[in-house]
C-alpha cells in the first residue's frame, strides 16, 4: 500500500546556522517553514546548545510562511536553553508572527532583539 509522506512535501525552508567565535550563533530560516522545516530548525538549535553557544539567535525575518507548530520548536528550544544557562532570543519583523508570540506569552521568555529604526537618508528641513 503507497503511502504518502507524513511531513509532506519536500522543505522549502532553508535553515542556515552561523557559528563565528565568541560570538552569538545565529540560526537563520528562510522560505516555507513546514514540517521539514521545522525539524532542521529544532536540529540547528539543539545543535547549537550542544556545541556549547552561550547565545542562540534565531532569525525568523525571512520565513514567508510557517504554521503555529514553530511556536512548540521554539519553547522546546527555550527549555533546552534555560536548562543549558544559554539565552535564546528570536528576531522577526512579521506581524502575525509576532502577535503569536505575544498571545502565548513567549515574547517576555524569549529575549527578543531591540528593533533599530533604519536611518533616515536626506537632508531635513530646518
Do not use: Q, Y
Request: aromatic residues 0%.
Amino acid at each position: 500500500m503507497d503511502r504518502p509522506d507524513r511531513l509532506g512535501p519536500p522543505c522549502a525552508a532553508t535553515v542556515s546556522v552561523t557559528a563565528p567565535p565568541a560570538a552569538p550563533v545565529t540560526v537563520r530560516v528562510t522560505g516555507d517553514l513546514g514540517p521539514r522545516g521545522l525539524v532542521a530548525l529544532d536540529v540547528a538549535l539543539k545543535d547549537a546548545v550542544l556545541d556549547g553557544a552561550l547565545v542562540v539567535e534565531v532569525d525568523l525575518d525571512d520565513v514567508s510562511f510557517t504554521k503555529g507548530a514553530v511556536l512548540a520548536t521554539l519553547v522546546a528550544a527555550r527549555r533546552r536553553c534555560r536548562r543549558s544557562g544559554v539565552a535564546l532570543t528570536v528576531h522577526c519583523v512579521d506581524p502575525a508572527m509576532s502577535r503569536l508570540l505575544t498571545i502565548t506569552g513567549l515574547d517576555g521568555s524569549l529575549r527578543r532583539p531591540a528593533v533599530v529604526a533604519p536611518a533616515v537618508t536626506g537632508s531635513a528641513a530646518t
